[in-house]
């Protein structure tokens, strides 16, 4: 019996790279604070300031805010940033700004005249293994397709955007995809994983809301419940357990960010069985209140 043709005449099965984009957020502001004594959140930034007076510090190096360069910093990098010379606080942040969408030129000029800053910035995860890369910060000199992009951006944000459209989408994609490709394969080589273990992560993220046991994983690999755990911490570094809770108030850090989620709906999507619970555990992971965190870090751009 003749075979039924798939459209590929090769018999060679071939594996590909999955990673998902998620995006959270892709605003236009103009700031005129911008002293925050710590940042570090589980997802991807992109930023580029119009006007120069931007500073970052990360692991004792201090980045002046080019605006021919685009910044891309990576998940779980602790940084600090201010605006000119104005002073750090000891806790929290300092922060004024506004979306342009809601500013008139004239306004904007007199802002940027009076020391403002233009401030783009794009917000996005990767998922597993893609947002577990060292933290850091990689510059990108402003190239002129990436010019036009970024140009492309600017005038779409200037109005209220709530819906995306389709091109000015796949604009903010082709731009993540090319400042990712640019930071070289090396950052990509991770250490080679079982594939049962990264069938379980990939459960996981994609399921936070599930009650998890370490015998219900283990049977979804077809493995003994002791020898999975073992084979699950010598892998990651951390137990299974572990593991998924912090999986879990990682997606609550961005809920409280990007959502309209009121706290007890986060608590009930990331799997916790009460308000109490949750903040009990949110805690334990961030040194930090879920309440505290969604008021402070909504306006950590």
């Known amino acids: 019996m003749k075979e039924r043709y798939t459209g590929d005449p090769s018999e060679v099965i071939q594996s590909f ?3 998902n984009l998620q995006m959270h957020c892709c605003r236009y502001w103009w700031i005129k604070n911008w002293e925050h004594k710590e940042l570090s959140f589980p997802f991807w930034r992109i930023y580029n300031n119009v006007q120069k007076g931007g500073f970052m510090e990360y ?3 201090v980045y002046e805010m080019d605006p021919d360069i685009l910044y891309l910093i990576a998940p779980n990098t602790n940084y600090s940033s201010r ?3 104005h002073l750090i606080p000891n806790e929290g942040y300092h922060l004024t700004g506004g979306r342009i969408s809601e500013t008139s ?5 007199d802002l940027v005249k009076n020391g403002a800053v233009e401030h783009l910035f794009i917000h996005f995860s990767l998922g597993y293994p893609y ?3 060292s933290p850091g910060i990689y510059m990108f000199p402003m190239e002129k397709y990436l010019k036009s992009k970024i ?3 600017r005038n779409y944000l200037t109005k209220d955007v709530a819906q995306f459209n389709f091109t000015i989408f796949l604009t903010i994609q082709s731009l993540i995809c090319e400042l990712l490709f640019n930071m070289g394969e090396e950052k990509w080589k991770h250490p080679v994983r079982d594939v049962r273990i990264a069938k379980i992560i990939s459960y996981i993220e994609n399921n936070v809301s599930i009650e998890f046991t370490n015998e219900s994983l283990a049977s979804k690999v077809n493995m003994a419940t002791n020898a999975f755990s073992r084979l699950f911490k010598d892998d ?3 137990t299974l357990q572990r593991f998924i809770k912090k999986k879990r108030i990682h ?3 961005l809920l409280l960010l990007h959502s309209e989620y009121n706290i007890d709906q986060i608590a009930e999507r990331t799997g916790f069985t009460n308000r109490y619970h949750f903040t009990r555990v949110f805690n334990e992971i961030t040194g930090n209140t879920p309440a505290k965190y969604k008021k402070e870090g909504v306006f950590f751009l």
């Open 59 to 61: 692991n004792q190096q």
């Open 17 to 19: 790279p999955q990673f």
């Open 131 to 133: 947002d577990n890369v």
């Open 251 to 253: 997606t609550a850090c």
């Open 83 to 85: 605006l000119y010379d």
């Open 151 to 153: 140009r492309l951006l």
């Open 105 to 109: 030129e004239k306004e904007l000029k």
């Open 236 to 238: 990651t570094g951390v």
